[in-house]
């Protein structure tokens, strides 16, 4: 008997299929063993040592001792079992380093003394099943070493910071090297938010027709000077920051709007067309398919890795057939293979037509060494269409596979052309100057790769004009009205889960697979929450930032984290030594600085308990500050006592948190401790306060001795109360 093992239950439901009676497939369940994750669980024969915590000995070329988890110990005396029975062992894990780690800890834990065979495949279909086992190899050791160090790496960064957390800011507190990171660009995001100034400008549109056919032209430049936008101002200062631009304010616009209806005719001044081309997207990868799928499907990244798998791992399509129905779902190569394009040309001339293929499209994957997996995310087939799947799959799997589908599929249409007309209309209005009002209009002449693509793109009409063609009555062009138009420059946007991971692979921080894990660690621990499809730290998760950007820059600063990734990868292809990387990082060296331990070292008597400055009082110019308590995070004016410290409702951000707010909420608690008035039958005091949720009225007030607590009622946040 051939043992056979590889990750998940599906995925083994699935190749067992393909495999004769001679195989057995089996599941490990994920990994059978990792670092210990609690104090219990680590080795007695390390207990003593001053690193048992971090079960990973610091002193000797940073060893680790991997722990089978109690939950994990049934399956593995399952499969030490099944080994001793076996002829030959098949490690069929994922092809990534985290497969060729769990296939090396199998090695490992079972000690198998038959034949060893190790398969990659990037897809669970039969002809790749059946590859992979013609041309079997050992476990690669560089990638194991590169996923080991990477474990270590974050066991070391994350039990080495954590504690001075938990000294400085809370308990129960974690840092992360990539979470860390992640939360830094959601809080600077929030800060810029704080910094930032609104500017008012103006515009003008203008309502035209010609044959009937209405269109839009906006007044771009008055006086040989352009029109200012949103991006001309400053965030900062809310300030005017590129030269030779006009803002229009309101009475101006409102002047230069009635110059431009009483002045009469305009002229067609220019008319421009031109044929452009729009290239189709290339393939998906990890991180593109989370984004789309966050913005076309409304689904997080963990959900959409949780969809993809099932659809990786095989699905049953009735009749006793079950095959995997996408390719491996984390990669960062954008490559597709031969024979892919080979059926992607096929389907295209076949539903659409010789002129819809215009030759293989090849992309280049932005990663110097794409480790994750050498395709880009596709059908394992695809002749089969979305549509005939309906009924076989639910409604998240077959949304996810026709946005795979169409994407690959657009991939290898042709160009999209598209016409473009540009109209400019002048007239000049008295000491103003001459103005220009432009309309664009631009319309799809052969759809190309657009016949699939998952896009918003829209024609915007513009009837036939000609040059020299005038506006106003009795011409061919008529205007039906004009109005100015308020515009307010709008802060920087908050991420969404999608936009973060955008980020995060733009700066080379993660991989594949680890973007939806950190994006769920984040919002997990409490340092980022969601409000609607935004992410917005917590005070918590800002008071940590504000932490570490002061004492430990190096350690959250993006390029620094970006470069480690490069190390790793450098250790995957053999051209860095690990234990040389994990010795640098930890005790200092080259790019490491002083390294890990001697910062904390010198850092830690500096660090103050973190308290986030929001400005100051009008009247006599105590700050306030805001600050983390048990019971969450409080306001606090000056150097604090009872009537200096008020609760911060649980979705106060800091971007709103305002000098004159923070003012409002000490005057509310000042009105409130006065009390509202007496409540007639019990005699008691009512009050109106401010809590951690919002505010609410009391009756009475505690009791310490009797231990009783006094009534409350909670009310809309905003509501106002005057009497009782």
């Known amino acids: 008997m051939k043992l056979v093992i590889v990750e998940s239950p599906a995925k083994a439901k699935t ?27 680590v080795p007695l024969k390390i207990k003593e040592k001053p ?74 279909t039969k002809s790749a099943i059946d590859e992979a086992i013609s041309a079997p190899r050992d476990v690669d050791n560089q990638l194991v070493r590169a996923q080991e160090s990477r474990r270590i790496l974050d066991r070391l960064y994350g039990y080495s910071l954590s504690p001075v957390l938990w000294k400085k800011v809370g308990p129960n507190l974690s840092a992360g090297r990539v979470q860390s990171v992640a939360v830094r660009l959601v809080v600077e995001q929030e800060e810029a938010r704080r910094a930032f100034h609104k500017a008012e400008y103006w515009d003008i549109e203008a309502q035209l027709s010609a044959e009937n056919t209405p269109f839009k032209a906006t007044l771009i430049s008055l006086g040989g000077q352009r029109l200012a936008a949103g991006k001309d101002f400053d965030a900062n ?53 989370q984004q789309a799928a966050s913005s076309l499907l409304n689904m997080s990244p963990a959900q959409t890795m949780r969809t993809a798998q099932y659809l990786y791992e095989g699905v049953d399509m009735g009749g006793g057939e079950r095959e995997g129905l996408i390719t491996y779902m ?39 060494s794409a480790q994750e997996a050498h395709e880009a995310i596709r059908p394992t087939d695809l002749s089969r269409s979305p549509e005939s799947l309906r009924g076989t799959l639910g409604k998240d799997e077959l949304n996810l596979y026709r946005l795979i589908w169409n994407r690959t599929l657009a991939s290898q249409m042709a160009d999209a052309e598209l016409l473009k007309t540009t109209v400019d209309f002048v007239v000049s209005i008295g000491g103003d100057g001459e103005a220009v009002l432009r309309a664009n209009g631009s ?63 733009e700066e080379g921080i993660g991989r ?50 970006a470069r480690m990734e490069d190390v790793l ?3 995957a292809q053999g051209d860095h030594d690990w234990v040389d990387f994990l ?31 929001i400005g100051e009082d009008p009247e006599n110019g105590d700050s306030y500050r805001v600050r983390l308590g048990r019971n969450g995070a409080f306001l606090q004016r000056g150097e604090g006592g009872s009537e200096n410290i008020v609760s911060l409702p649980e979705d106060t951000t800091y971007d709103e948190l305002t000098e004159e707010m923070a003012a409002g909420m000490f005057e509310a608690k000042a009105r409130g401790n006065e009390g509202l008035g007496v409540e007639p039958e019990s005699g008691q005091k009512v009050y109106a306060l401010v809590g951690p949720y919002g505010p609410y009225v009391q009756l009475g007030e505690a009791d310490k001795e009797a231990k009783t607590k006094p009534k409350r009622v909670s009310l809309p946040k905003g509501t106002e109360i005057t009497q009782v």
């Open 15 to 41: 190749i067992s299929r393909f495999l004769g009676n001679e195989y057995k497939v089996v599941a490990s369940y994920g990994h059978i063993r990792d670092l210990p994750n609690s104090a219990s669980e």
């Open 51 to 124: 690193w048992a915590r971090m079960a990973v000995d610091i002193d000797d070329k940073f060893t680790p001792y991997y722990v089978i988890p109690t939950e994990s110990k049934k399956r593995v005396a399952e499969l030490k079992k099944m080994a001793k029975e076996a002829d030959e062992i098949v490690l069929a894990t994922d092809e990534d380093r985290e497969g060729e780690s769990i296939s090396w800890h199998l090695l490992e834990i079972l000690k198998p003394k038959v034949p060893v065979r190790r398969i990659v495949f990037h897809e669970v």
């Open 237 to 289: 200062t809310g300030m005017l920051k590129t030269k030779n631009v006009i803002a229009l304010l309101g009475d101006d616009a409102k002047r230069v709007c009635e110059a431009l209806k009483t002045t009469l005719p305009w002229q067609v001044a220019r008319l421009e067309q031109k044929q452009t081309r729009q290239r189709p997207a290339p393939p998906f990868i990890t991180s593109t398919l």
């Open 330 to 368: 984390r990669t960062d190569s954008v490559t597709l293979s031969n024979k892919a394009l080979q059926d992607a040309e096929q389907l295209i001339r076949q539903e659409f037509g010789d002129r819809y293929f215009q030759g293989a499209r090849r992309y280049t994957t932005k990663s110097k």
């Open 443 to 505: 319309v799809v002449d052969f759809p190309g790769y657009l016949k699939v693509a998952d896009t918003s793109q829209k024609d915007t009409q513009l009837p036939p004009l000609q040059e020299g063609w005038r506006v106003g009555p009795g011409e061919p062009i008529q205007l039906e009205k004009a109005e100015p138009l308020r515009h307010e420059t709008q802060p920087p946007a908050r991420f969404t889960e999608a936009s973060l991971v955008r980020r995060l692979e």
């Open 512 to 561: 594949p697979s680890t973007y939806a894990p950190t994006i769920s660690t984040i919002q997990n621990r409490g340092y980022v929450v969601k409000r609607g499809n935004t992410l917005v730290p917590t005070f918590k998760g800002i008071a940590v930032i504000m932490l570490l950007r002061k004492h430990f820059q190096d350690f959250v600063d993006l390029k620094f984290t």
């Open 569 to 571: 990868d450098d250790i």
């Open 583 to 613: 010795s640098h990082f930890y005790y200092g060296e080259g790019q490491f600085g002083n390294g890990l331990v001697k910062t904390i070292e010198s850092e830690l008597p500096e660090i103050e308990f973190p308290a986030i400055q």
